[in-house]
């Protein structure tokens, strides 16, 4: 099945599907304010991919961006996603898979965080397609090391100090290593 066929359970500290699998906890806090300062440095026009329990988001508007587009596949977080964005003027929001979405433009910073994502293996392509020059990249990284899984050029890792709650999703324990990408 789908992620986006999955039912989802919203919970005040995470988001759960319908086999009892975390797909975002709110111990994910700093590493979600560490990815918006990142790819926020310019001000510019983001993309975020993968709205979740909607945490990046909020660091992201807390930059004072220029645009902030977001793409979200599942029709329950789309629902929050829209509450969320009602009072927001420079929030675009795109329904579908990043993958295969129309209409994006070209970005000053990317952020990938999606769940049961079959598309993962072109990022890279797609991120450097829908970059500026001296865009930002960042995305979620599931693992307690540096992960390049992409192969980008120009990558390094700034180390965030995390507290995770017990979940399947990750083996991180204390150290979230976040990609830092310059295009």
Partial sequence: MAFKDTILTFEDNKIVDDSGIEVMMSWEAPIMEKSAEYICNSKGDILEIGFGMGVCADYIQA?????????EIHPQILEKLNTWATDRSNVTIIEGDW???????????IFLDTFGDDNLEKFK?????????????????NNESTYNPYGF?????????????????????????????VL
């Fill in 153 to 181: 050029d120009s990558i390094s890792y700034e180390e965030v100090s995390v507290s995770p709650d017990d979940n399947y999703y990750t083996e991180i324990s204390s150290k979230y290593f976040m990609p830092k990408v």
């Fill in 125 to 141: 392509d797609f991120a450097i397609a829908k970059a500026k020059s001296g865009a930002r990249i960042t995305y979620w990284n």
């Fill in 63 to 71: 930059q004072g961006v220029n645009s902030h587009t977001i793409i």
């Fill in 99 to 109: 993958n295969s979405v129309g209409g994006l433009s070209t970005y000053d910073g």
